[in-house]
């Protein structure tokens, strides 16, 4: 059974750096193919795609967010770090890994967790 | 940015009838376009993948369609556990793979 869990502070200040965590199990990113992705949520609004690492190590990141986020993987723990600086108060939401597949002929997440809130406040 | 717009934003319905969801790309996609529901407090689940294909476990009553820029997600016969909020997907435009803003489907 594929489960993922994201973790992280429900709380940030303004300009902090906010740090996630998505732990998973019932399969592996060294396996061709695999890979995570991380997906965010304003409340009350649309989904918005924020950044994939894939097994061999590539890495995608949202355009309009590129200079903010780091994502990385430590196959070992089997988990994935998102990072996000200089958070804003726009940066509210709720927070979600997912497994994905990626191949020459499709990309998506077919497991999700059940995601973390951020509320950036001071 | 490639652009996906959803129509409607929000649809009314009732169980049994039949409702068809239009997403639209700012250019063609190829047929690399997902759907995805999400329930009122849940996360997103995975309906459709490359245009059409359905994914394991969702029932037969959903389907997707289309090609190049115009893509359908069509639900026969509704189902009470089937309003929900319905989002595409684009997996053609690296890096940023947008989604669509989403259509809520209500009783």
């Known amino acids: 059974q594929v489960t993922l869990r994201e973790s992280g502070p429900a709380l940030v200040k303004p300009t902090q750096t906010l740090t996630l965590t998505c732990t998973f199990s019932?399969?592996?990113?060294?396996?061709?193919?695999?890979?995570v992705t991380w997906i965010r949520q304003p409340p009350g609004k649309a989904l918005e795609w924020l950044a994939r690492i894939d097994w061999d190590d590539d890495k995608y990141y949202s355009t309009s967010l590129k200079t903010r986020l780091t994502i990385s993987k430590d196959t070992s723990k089997n988990q994935v770090v998102l990072t996000m600086t200089n958070m804003d108060p726009v940066d509210t939401g709720t927070y979600y890994c997912?497994?994905?597949?990626?191949?020459?002929?499709?990309?998506?997440?077919?497991?999700w967790g059940k995601g973390t809130t951020v509320t950036v406040s001071s | 940015d490639l652009q996906l717009t959803q129509s409607p934003s929000s649809l009314s319905a009732s169980v049994g009838d039949r409702v068809t969801i239009t997403c639209r790309a700012s250019?063609?996609?190829?047929?690399?376009l997902n759907w995805y529901q999400q329930r009122p407090g849940q996360a997103p689940k995975l309906l459709i993948y490359a245009a059409s294909r359905l994914h394991g476990g969702v029932p037969s009553r959903f389907s997707g369609s289309g090609s190049g820029t115009d893509y359908t997600l069509t639900i026969t016969s509704l189902q009470p556990e089937d309003f929900a909020t319905y989002y595409c997907q684009q997996s053609y435009s690296t890096p940023s793979y947008t989604f669509g803003q989403g259509t809520k489907l209500e009783i």
């Open positions: 997912a497994r994905s597949l990626a191949t020459y002929y499709y990309y998506y997440m077919d497991v």
């Open positions: 019932g399969f592996s990113l060294t396996t061709s193919e695999m890979s």
């Open positions: 250019q063609n996609i190829r047929n690399y």
